[in-house]
């Protein structure tokens, strides 16, 4: 199975990550064979707890062990959703939109 790293803008605002939340259980029904990795599940109850780029070395971190990474809409205007694109970018990871593929999602 692949595994694709799904960018959301956070901020700590609570309604984003369950927005991800919603967006990866629609993903899991429309590609079954497919697991997404929202990091705002995984490592967003500790964003308080540690300084911001510690977490985001975790993030990109998580990122470096996925085959793709998929953005959600609004990332451009999301530190965090940047510096996965950078990081991607520089490792010739492959990136996609989600808004692209899942235009409803």
Same mark, same amino acid.
């Given at each position: 199975?692949?595994? #694709? %790293?799904?960018?959301h803008p956070y901020g700590g605002d609570e309604k984003n990550a *369950?927005? !991800?939340?919603?967006i990866v259980k629609k993903l899991v029904k429309e590609c079954p064979n497919t697991v997404f990795l929202?990091?705002? +599940?995984?490592?967003? #109850?500790y964003y308080n707890d540690i300084p911001y780029i510690n977490g985001m070395d975790?993030?990109?971190e998580l990122l470096s062990r996925c085959d793709e990474l998929w953005l959600c809409k609004g990332w451009q205007?999301?530190?965090g959703c940047c510096m *996965? %694109? !950078?990081?991607? +970018?520089?490792t010739n990871k492959p990136i996609s939109f989600l808004e692209d593929i899942f235009p409803t999602v």
């Amino acid at each position: 199975m692949k595994v #694709f %790293y799904l960018a959301h803008p956070y901020g700590g605002d609570e309604k984003n990550a *369950e927005d !991800a939340k919603r967006i990866v259980k629609k993903l899991v029904k429309e590609c079954p064979n497919t697991v997404f990795l929202s990091p705002l +599940q995984a490592t967003g #109850f500790y964003y308080n707890d540690i300084p911001y780029i510690n977490g985001m070395d975790h993030c990109i971190e998580l990122l470096s062990r996925c085959d793709e990474l998929w953005l959600c809409k609004g990332w451009q205007d999301s530190k965090g959703c940047c510096m *996965e %694109y !950078a990081a991607a +970018q520089i490792t010739n990871k492959p990136i996609s939109f989600l808004e692209d593929i899942f235009p409803t999602v």
